[in-house]
């Protein structure tokens, strides 16, 4: 990861209230570094600091009650997130057939 990310994740996670712990860092790394919203599972599978499961739902709830990330139901099986800090306002398309996001 590059020192100017990190510091930057570091940066938000404290004006955010929270430990700049690497798994912190890391997981906002992945939401960061994805074009789309992205599942858990998803989440799991690109984090480099392995993190239980419990432990990353955790970090996500108290991650969108200080407003940094996004869950949203974009279809009626899952929910995924999103990084939040710094995007404008956007929409998301989901195919009616395929309930594959965009």
Partial sequence: MGTEIKNN????????????TPGRVSLLKVLKGSVKPISVEEIMKKMKSKLDLATIYRALKEFEKSKMVAR???SEDFSVYEFLVGRSHH???V???????N
């Fill in 9 to 20: 994740l570091t940066t938000i996670l404290r004006e955010n209230g929270f430990k700049a």
């Fill in 72 to 74: 949203l139901n974009l």
């Fill in 91 to 93: 929409h998301h398309l």
């Fill in 95 to 101: 195919c009616c057939d395929c309930s594959k996001n």
